[in-house]
């Protein structure tokens, strides 16, 4: 028998040996621990450094920490537009020779802005082109891209957590050149960053570059926290939208859940799992193959420096009912907070998310990524080590206890977005052209 043929007989003899073990018990894994060193600049700066020989590469990320929600009144997209704005060039290097340099040494660069500089003004006006035409093609004209920032709207009342990190076309088309540069230099300082350097690395040499490179740049102003805090929702919230770029009835609902790193997330984690992970979740399965109305169902917890949001979505098909989309999801929902889940769906759930926190720690980006999630966004260091054990610990009494706590009616925003021809006759268009992508929030 060739040998190719005998190894595949043997692993699948293994996997059939190994798999009522992994039904019955979730996967005990612990990778290595990741051993941090923080080296504190007098500027402020934090430098956090792993060290991995494993591969010749290194992964350098400078992470700032703000985001659209420290973004004021009127101005939102600003993060998002300095994202755009990193790679224009600088007193030193000119436009595009950081991309230039990066890749003459084998590199690559990127830059992203998520919910938690000396520009010029031809710059700042191109860039702010850009980020406009980035919004008609990802939120104003495809189907169903302003559905998140119509939920958003309507589930948070007061946080900046409102508004997508996009920002709006109105408050991008205000913005000025001193608006930016305000911005940049309150937020874009040295005690308001932190350097995370991981791979193949002398840490002294690190330490010394950073000096030598970092230590000048100025301490800047004690940054402003003050985010306005979301209420606790007290009461259920319903809003309807109408729109010519939706072309099938949608049903969202969300619920307001803690921070990230708040000991229920875990829990909740595996509640979105059970509920939306593939084809054989429980939200898929009853609405897409069981009562076929739904051509897509899911959800997800968003967790986020500040209190976050759990989803149950559905994409029904044409000519179903919005109010019947909207009662299957709530059975589901209804169904994690009265029974418990089988031992074995709840192992599913687990080894899932456990695999995927493994496979995720792969690469020196990988690592580096956990490093700075960890001490920018939960400013808990301990959490990049014990993240994985914390989904080990979860139980079905669990699962069932913030499903109970978080999946409440007085919690609850039902969003229903519908195409324009399902507006009833009785109700009057938005003012503007026929189909010109205005939409009609309403709460009955």
Same mark, same amino acid.
């Given at each position: ?6 190894? =595949? ?215 402003? =926290? ?174 069932? =206890? ?43």
């Amino acid at each position: 028998m060739p040998r190719s043929r005998t190894a =595949r007989l043997i692993g699948m003899a293994l996997l059939m040996v190994a798999a009522p073990a992994l039904a019955a018990d979730a996967l005990k894994v612990t990778p290595p621990k990741l051993e941090v060193r923080e080296h504190k600049l007098a500027n402020g700066l934090d430098l956090l450094m792993y060290e991995d020989h494993s591969v010749p590469v290194a992964t350098v990320q400078l992470w700032y920490h703000v985001g659209s929600k420290d973004e004021k009144k009127g101005r939102s997209g600003f993060a998002h537009l300095f994202e755009h704005l990193m790679f224009k060039g600088s007193a030193h290097v000119g436009p595009e020779e950081h991309k230039n340099f990066i890749a003459s040494i084998g590199g690559r660069y990127n830059a992203t802005t998520d919910f938690d500089l000396n520009v010029s003004e031809e710059n700042f006006k191109s860039e702010r082109d850009v980020v406009k035409e980035e919004r008609r093609l990802r939120v104003d004209n495809p189907p169903f891209g302003r559905l998140f920032e119509v939920v958003l709207e309507k589930t948070f009342t007061t946080h900046p957590y409102k508004i997508e990190p996009i920002g709006s076309m109105a408050d991008l088309d205000a913005a000025t050149i001193q608006d930016v540069r305000d911005f940049h230099s309150l937020y874009y300082v040295p005690n308001n960053a932190t350097l995370v350097v991981a791979g193949d690395l002398d840490p002294e040499a690190v330490i010394r570059w950073t000096e030598r490179y970092f230590g000048p740049i100025p301490k800047g102003r004690p940054i402003p =926290r003050d985010i306005p805090k979301e209420p606790a929702q007290t009461a259920g919230r319903r809003a309807v939208d109408y729109h010519p770029n939706t072309p099938l009835p949608a049903v969202v609902i969300t619920c307001h859940i803690p921070q990230a790193g708040s000991p229920d997330t875990y829990a909740l984690q595996v509640a979105s799992n059970i509920l939306s992970a593939g084809e054989s979740s429980r939200l898929y399965k009853r609405m897409v193959y069981e009562k076929q109305m739904a051509v897509a169902a899911g959800g997800d917890a968003i967790l986020l420096e500040d209190p976050g949001v759990f989803f149950f979505f559905a994409i029904l098909q044409g000519g179903q009912k919005p109010e019947d989309g909207e009662k299957e999801l709530l059975a589901e929902a209804d169904r994690l907070r009265n029974e418990p889940v089988a031992e074995e769906e709840l192992v599913k759930a687990k080894n899932q998310i456990i695999s995927g926190l493994v496979f995720g720690r792969q690469t020196g980006q990988d690592k580096a990524d956990a490093i700075g999630y960890a001490k920018v966004i939960l400013n808990d260091e301990s959490y990049v080590n014990r993240q994985l054990a914390e989904f080990q610990k979860v139980t079905a009494a669990d699962v069932q =206890r913030v499903a109970r706590t978080y999946f409440t009616p007085e919690n609850r925003t039902v969003v229903y977005m519908l195409p324009e021809a399902m507006r009833p006759k009785t109700e009057g268009k938005p003012e503007g052209k026929p189909g010109a992508g205005q939409s009609e929030v309403k709460n009955p």
